[in-house]
């Protein structure tokens, strides 16, 4: 049942990502242009994400998960060094290429030799993190 | 309201919903790096196919509508140097950073964690600067 349902998620996720423009690098890049032609797609696309996310929230309240376990427990209203330098590496490559990792899948089997590149390169940077965390600590 | 803006309301009322499916029925925040990247260093090995039966459903689904409905265009650059620069940060950043847009952005800002929010202002003030120094000043993207 776990993994029926995180099918059926990523599925709706990848559904969502497509149908909002989300895989499309121009409309991400568009966003982040703010000095060209500026487009506004994203954040109707990150208002449209949250109020679900929100809602659902609301009810895990007093509640447990349908299939067991606990909610997961709020951080620590924290933000380190490595929260920063790593949003930054990151927001540097979207803004490079227009892709973050859920479109990047989403986007695998139509993105051609540059979308298969960026997710190789994307899995190489993920196994070389834990050495440039550690230059943080 | 432009075509565009309500696709985009619409679509992301579907990752939000996905978002919310993962977080009430399995009780995980559905972050796509971290999801990925438990799969990638052998972290997240404990609960393997939750991730990789996620994985499937965002690769196949995408997949499946292209083919019945045609591809929308990736646009994605034709330089490959940009692309594997691009990767490389995007993995390294999001798992320093323990999160990206799903994770940080959706989950993060709907449950006003502050970790979220910090996130998200900083990889789109970066985004922002990246786009502007390499599109109009060296013109490479």
Not at chain 1, 57 to 62: G, I, Q, R, S, V
Not at chain 2, 47 to 66: D, H, Y
Not at chain 2, 97 to 126: D, P
């Amino acid at each position: 049942m776990r993994n029926l349902a995180a099918l059926i998620a990523g599925g709706l996720f990848g559904a969502g990502l497509l149908i909002s423009g989300m895989t499309n690098t121009l409309k991400v890049q568009g966003w982040l242009d703010v000095f060209g032609q500026w487009d506004p797609t994203l954040a109707f696309v990150m208002g449209g994400g949250i109020i679900p996310m929100a809602i659902a929230w609301a009810l895990t309240k007093n509640r447990t998960p349908v299939l067991g376990g606990e909610f997961p427990a709020k951080s620590k209203p924290e933000a380190d060094k490595k929260l920063i330098v790593g949003s930054v590496l990151f927001g540097i490559g979207w803004g490079l290429a227009g892709l973050c990792p859920g479109p990047s899948i989403a986007a695998l089997s139509f993105g051609g030799v540059g979308g298969i590149t960026f997710v190789a390169a994307m899995v190489v940077g993920m196994l070389l993190a834990p050495k440039v965390r550690a230059l943080l600590d | 309201m432009n075509h565009d803006w309500l696709m985009g309301l619409l679509g992301g009322g579907l990752i939000g919903t996905s978002a919310a499916i993962f977080l009430l029925v399995n009780g995980k925040i559905m972050g796509a790096s971290g999801l990925i990247g438990g799969l990638v260093d052998k972290s997240g090995m404990s609960n393997w196919q939750e991730r990789a039966a996620w994985l499937v459903g965002l690769f196949a689904v995408p997949a499946i509508m292209t083919l019945i409905w045609g591809v929308k265009p990736t646009n994605i650059t034709g330089n490959l140097a940009v692309i594997v620069a691009a990767g490389l940060f995007v993995g390294v950043g999001t798992r320093i950073a323990n999160g990206c847009t799903s994770g940080h952005g959706i989950c993060g800002i709907s449950r006003l964690s502050l970790r979220g929010i910090v996130a998200t202002v900083f990889y789109i003030l970066a985004g922002g600067l990246t786009v502007v120094i390499f599109k109009h000043v060296l013109g490479v993207i």
